[in-house]
């Protein structure tokens, strides 16, 4: 890394596509991933009841490997009576305990094949928002699968070649320099071998918006992708400030919750619809949109689980805590896994694309990114406190105690003391006027690990709400 930052920009783009090549031919198998993804275009009109069949199965098979040859599980079986005969179909899965983070992360070995890393196997690291991220191993025939739900969801978008289409990417990934940046305003690297151009996520301001829509129109991707927040942004800028963004064939944004009016933005200024996709580094669950805007749930992937807070399904239109088992990581299986985020489940209705894979109404977010109010109890979904204030470039709020929140405000030219009186009005709508409200007005918001940005931060940790 020292040696990329210390090089000329063309240096860079040559290492840039040499990693390209490395992550494209060590990490997975073309071939595999076109014969898991042509089954994918097969198998996503399957009924109800072919769906839970296929998940039966995997379940039986993934719990009596993992209760024969990962530790963990073998340790549970025999202090808790842990069976995996007792597990006759998804429904039984209940009668497993939850996992979490921090299990995993003290003790990563113990959720290995035999206690070790497979031969071969790649090893990838969550984020880690709390600071200490997560070692996932995982051998190349998963992560070749893992990745025909990519190719599945881009035919999906309309994309025509879905394994390497002309695409610009918007994500955390340290490509440009600080010290490179200055005079030259390359925001961006080529990886000339997956035909991508590269886009940072960090330096997108007022100044640098105009140079991004060149770079995009010079380019001509068909797809773009990343963090809804970066093209938010830019999103934004184009619309103060004139620019013509170029019309790809389709939008894909993951890693960043999504809301409706960011949604609605980004569309707007690309022409072109978004398609939402939600899933981890782990691998754990695979969720994503259909042409008709709905996300769905993908079975074929493991089963997802939105649980309410006395731990059982959520009914549709109600939010709760997504717990995960993946189908496709036998060297390090997570059954039960607490992803640590919030979802509102989806009606039961069919959906006009035919398929009946499970809806998901929305991702509501991290269950850390939820206020707590005393007397209101927990607070999610702020989104709505921005809709119709306008001249906002960005936004964050911060829940600094259980009575002090902050919102750090980004303003464009226009923001008036009477917008930002609109705005303290509808935050204090949700939260209560007996909490002590501050808003300040910054030129930027810092993102966290890998550039993601948090629309909301809750600094409260649950040992501080005993009491409440």
Known sequence: MRLYRSSP???????????????????????????EFRNLLITQYWSSDEFRAYQDQELTELLRTAFATVPYYQELKQKFGCNPADIKSVEDIKY?????????????????????????????FTSGTTGSPLTVYEPRTAFS??????????????????????????????????????????????????????????????????????ALAHFHPELIDGYPSALLALARFAHTDGIVLPRPLAIIVSAETLSPTARHEIEQAFQAQVFN????????????????????????????????????????????EVVVTSFLNSAMPLIRYRLGDKAVRGPDAPCPCGRAMPRVEIVVGRTDDVLYIPGRGYVGRLDPVFKGV????????????????????????????????????????????????????????????????????????????TGC
């Open 9 to 35: 920009r063309a240096l860079q783009n040559a290492f840039v596509t040499i990693k390209g090549a490395q992550f494209r031919w060590i990490r997975a198998s073309e071939s595999q991933m076109l014969k």
């Open 96 to 124: 497993l305990p939850l996992l979490d983070k921090a299990t995993v992360r003290s003790m990563h070995w113990k959720f290995l094949y035999n206690g070790r890393a497979p031969r071969f196997c790649n090893r990838a």
């Open 145 to 214: 699968r893992r990745w025909s739900f990519v190719l599945r969801l881009r035919r999906w978008a309309g994309l025509h070649d879905v394994v390497q289409p002309r695409r610009a990417q918007f994500t955390g990934r340290d490509i440009v320099p600080d010290s490179r940046v200055s005079g030259a305003g390359y925001y961006w690297r080529h990886n000339h071998f997956a035909n991508t151009l590269l886009f940072s996520t960090t330096h997108i301001s007022k100044q640098s918006a105009p140079r991004y829509a060149r």
């Open 277 to 320: 996709q939600y899933a981890s580094t782990e691998p754990s669950c695979f969720w994503c949109d259909c042409e008709y805007g709905h996300l769905h749930m993908n079975p074929e992937y493991g089963i997802s689980e939105i649980l309410d807070e006395n731990g059982s399904p959520a009914l549709p239109g109600q939010a709760g």
């Open 390 to 465: 306008s001249h906002i470039m960005e936004a964050q709020i911060v829940q600094e105690s259980t009575d002090t929140v902050s919102v750090f405000v980004v303003p464009a030219i226009g923001f008036t003391p009477q917008i930002e009186q609109l705005l303290r009005n509808n935050i204090l709508e949700k939260i209560g006027t007996e909490i002590k409200l501050i808003i300040h007005k910054v030129d930027r918001i810092p993102r966290g690990p890998n550039g993601k940005f948090r629309a909301v931060l809750s600094k409260v940790s649950p040992s501080n709400l």
